[in-house]
């Protein structure tokens, strides 16, 4: 069974910091996936990465992928409030999606 | 145009009742993935659907069951209700799976589904 665990799981900062998340698992994956949910909505699609070690940048949001293909990081840049939200990473294979822990995100004004 | 929709947004059933939930996906998308979202967890894979035939199946008894039309909707069946079924049930399209891979998926708004 393929697992991803994020961390942490909770984060509560201040509007303006830095901060990171982290996705690992014992797997290889083909692809990684990272996605922010809001209360009542599905999850969107934020970035996909491919490569081992690609790094992809969305404004103040950057994403890694590890050499190996088993990890990932988001680290995000000078928070907003508009960045709160529960982010999910996701391995791609088999045809499916395999979902992490999920990090929870407030961001406080 | 518009994005995946589900229905109903949200829904009370008693044990042992059962339960059918909608998904219509993007126009132009041929696969349909649903997933369990257990309050407080990343979800869960329970069926793909590419061309009306199953593709995938997650780890959940044959009390859920699902099925693709040939406009490509699709519907997720549960029955005999547990209290532990009350999820947020999302659906997902994506374009056209090459097999192997697992292409970029659109999620809907979900089905909360609550179990009492």
């Known amino acids: 069974t393929q697992l991803l665990e994020q961390s942490p799981q909770f984060l509560s900062i201040q509007e303006g910091e830095n901060l990171t998340v982290y996705c690992n698992s014992s797997?290889?994956?083909?692809?990684l996936q990272w996605y922010r949910q809001e209360p009542g909505e599905g999850p969107v699609l934020l970035v996909t990465?491919?490569?081992?070690?690609e790094v992809k940048k969305l404004k103040r949001l950057t994403f890694q992928f590890g050499d190996a293909r088993k990890d990932s990081s988001l680290h995000i840049t000078a928070a907003q409030p508009g960045d709160t939200g529960l982010y999910l990473c996701?391995?791609?294979?088999?045809?499916?999606?395999?979902f992490g822990t999920g990090t929870r995100l407030t961001i406080i004004p | 145009d518009a994005g995946v929709t589900q229905s109903p947004t949200h829904l009370i059933k008693t044990r042992g009742q059962h339960v059918t939930l909608r998904c219509s996906p993007i126009?132009?998308?041929?696969?349909v993935s649903w997933y369990q979202q257990v309050l407080g967890q990343g979800p869960q894979f329970i069926f793909q659907?590419?061309?009306?035939?199953?593709?995938g199946r997650g780890n959940f008894p044959d009390r859920f069951s699902a099925r693709q039309f040939p406009n490509y909707s699709s519907e997720l069946n549960v029955n005999a209700l547990l209290l532990g079924d009350s999820a947020l049930y999302l659906c997902?399209?994506?374009?056209?799976?090459?097999?192997?891979?697992?292409?970029?998926?659109?999620f809907g708004p979900g089905t909360r589904l609550t179990v009492l």
């Open positions: 997902a399209s994506s374009f056209s799976p090459r097999q192997g891979s697992t292409p970029e998926q659109f």
């Open positions: 797997s290889v994956f083909s692809s």
């Open positions: 990465v491919v490569t081992g070690g």
């Open positions: 996701a391995g791609s294979g088999n045809e499916k999606l395999t």
């Open positions: 126009s132009g998308h041929k696969s």
């Open positions: 659907y590419y061309e009306k035939e199953e593709r």
